[in-house]
């Protein structure tokens, strides 16, 4: 049974740091792209991060340079580091995969409109752990 859950969601005050991090079970992780989502209540759900199968990174122009996207492949774990947070980051942050073999330039590009829908069609969703920024 393919699992994914989220944890190390909180509340912390502007500036601060949080790391969530990913549990995945019923599948190898580090063979799928994986990305990180969030959602503000009100707002569309959008892409945070992503990491393909080769390792490589990439990021939304909103978090780059505060955001590290991270896995342990022996863990089959993947992690978000968040620091320098703001109270614009407060939202409900998920990790999903995108479908097997899907493409690893594909995983890296934040221009890509349809890539919420793409990573909807795996089915592979976290429920969610809630982070809140305070200024």
């Known amino acids: 049974q393919v699992q994914l859950v989220e944890s190390g969601g909180g509340s912390v005050q502007s500036g601060g740091s949080l790391r969530l991090s990913c549990a995945a079970s019923g599948f190898t992780a580090s063979l799928y792209c994986m990305g990180w989502f969030r959602q503000a209540p009100g707002k569309e759900r959008e892409a945070v991060a992503g990491i393909n199968s080769r390792g490589s990174t990439s990021y939304a122009d909103s978090v780059q340079g505060r955001f590290t996207i991270s896995r342990d492949n022996a863990k089959n774990t993947l992690y978000l580091q968040m620091n320098s947070l703001k109270p614009e980051d407060t939202a409900m942050y998920y990790c999903?995969?995108?479908?097997?073999?899907?493409?690893?330039?594909?995983?890296?590009?934040?221009?890509?409109?349809?890539?919420?829908?793409?990573?909807?069609?795996?089915?592979?969703w976290g429920q969610g752990t809630q982070v809140t920024v305070s200024s």
């Open positions: 999903a995969a995108a479908p097997r073999f899907y493409s690893d330039g594909l995983c890296l590009d934040f221009t890509y409109e349809r890539r919420l829908t793409d990573f909807s069609k795996s089915g592979y």
